[in-house]
Structures are given as structure tokens and as C-alpha cells.
């Protein structure tokens, strides 16, 4: 069996350029891969900062969500952020700031990043990360996905209009959401240069 790195090629994500020398041992990185996301998402989320007039925190969670997603592809992120949503469910405090369990006012960005992991997975499977204008419209794209189930969400759950979910749920993060944005435009094609190199 051969153990060499494969190629960085169209239809392939960060992740699978780590070797694997069997399908059993690619089962197990895998499955490594799905845990180590979901563990960076949690400790992500606890760089929490409050905002004020918000029940959203101003956190690193969703950005990991999204490398997750653009790393590992579409099923291995959405694996990554399942797991990351049923064991913050059952409660270990990981969610942003130490909290758990479903149904909180939040609770809706989470399920968001479940979405958002999938296409920006999918988006990078198809070279979506490969260079730095391809990176920013996958990862607007899966802002705006978190974006679009975390702000209803935020409405119906504290009974506000849509509209006020929007000034205390999505305005107050556009500038930060554009910061990280400009980080994973240079980190992914980077990753992808320095990949190309040792291949």
C-alpha cells in the first residue's frame, strides 16, 4: 500500500491531502478530523465577547466553523459541526461563552453552522479556497447562511420583530464577519500553496 501525500487537485479539500494507507486508517483520520473540528469549534467559541444591547456575542466560533467546513469538505464538516451541536445539546458548556443546551437565543447560529459547514465545504470541494476572491465569496456565502437560520431564530426565540433581530443579531458582527473574512483569504490559498510545494 502506498503512503504518499495525493495531489492537490480539483475535487479535493485540505484534509484529504493527508495521507491515509488504508481505508480503515483513512476511516480513523477521519473520524479524528470530524473530533478535532468539532473540539476547535468549542474552544472557538469560548472567545466570546459581549455586545452590548445584543444577547449575540461577538465570537471566534462561526469563523472556525467555516475553516471546518472549507478543510474538511462538506461531509466531514457537517459530521464536525453535528457533533460539535449534540454534545453542546447534552451539555458540555461549549456553545459561545460556556453555555449548552438547545433552545437559547443563540441556539439558532449553531444550526447555522451546521448549514454553512456543508456548503462551504462543497464550495471548497469545488476550489472555492483555492485563491483569495474564491475564498471570500465562499466564506460571505456561508456567513450569510449562519446569518439566515441564526436571525430568525434570534426573533422568534426573545419574540423581537425580524427587523430587530437584524440590528442586534447580524449588524453589530458585519465588521468583524468582513476581518475574518480577510484572514481566511490569505490563510486557505496559503495552505494550498504550501500544499502544492510538498506535493
Not at 471566534?60 to 461531509?75: C, D, Y
Not at 437584524?166 to 484572514?183: R, S, T, Y
Amino acid at each position: 500500500m502506498s503512503t504518499a501525500v495525493p495531489t492537490a487537485t480539483s475535487g479535493t479539500v485540505l484534509a484529504d491531502l493527508l495521507p491515509a494507507a488504508s481505508v480503515s486508517r483513512a476511516r480513523v483520520r477521519d473520524a479524528a478530523l470530524v473530533g478535532g473540528g468539532a473540539v476547535a469549534t468549542g474552544l472557538a467559541a469560548q472567545i466570546a465577547v459581549p455586545v452590548p444591547g445584543s444577547p449575540v456575542p461577538v465570537t471566534a466560533q462561526t469563523f472556525a466553523a467555516l475553516l471546518v467546513g472549507a478543510s474538511l469538505g462538506a461531509r466531514r464538516g457537517l459530521l464536525s459541526l453535528a457533533l460539535y451541536a449534540l454534545v453542546g445539546m447534552a451539555g458540555v458548556p461549549w456553545f459561545a461563552g460556556g453555555a449548552s443546551g438547545a433552545g437559547g437565543a443563540t441556539f439558532g447560529y449553531v444550526l447555522g453552522m451546521l448549514l454553512a459547514a456543508t456548503a462551504v465545504g462543497a464550495l471548497a470541494r469545488r476550489g472555492g479556497d483555492r485563491g483569495v476572491l474564491r475564498t471570500a465569496v465562499t466564506m460571505a456565502a456561508g456567513n450569510a447562511l449562519i446569518y439566515g437560520i441564526g436571525v430568525p431564530y434570534l426573533a422568534l426565540s426573545t419574540g423581537i420583530s425580524l427587523g430587530q433581530a437584524v440590528a442586534v443579531g447580524m449588524v453589530p458582527f458585519l465588521v468583524g464577519d468582513a476581518l475574518k473574512i480577510a484572514l481566511a483569504m490569505g490563510a486557505l490559498p496559503t495552505a494550498w500553496k504550501l500544499a502544492g510545494r510538498r506535493g
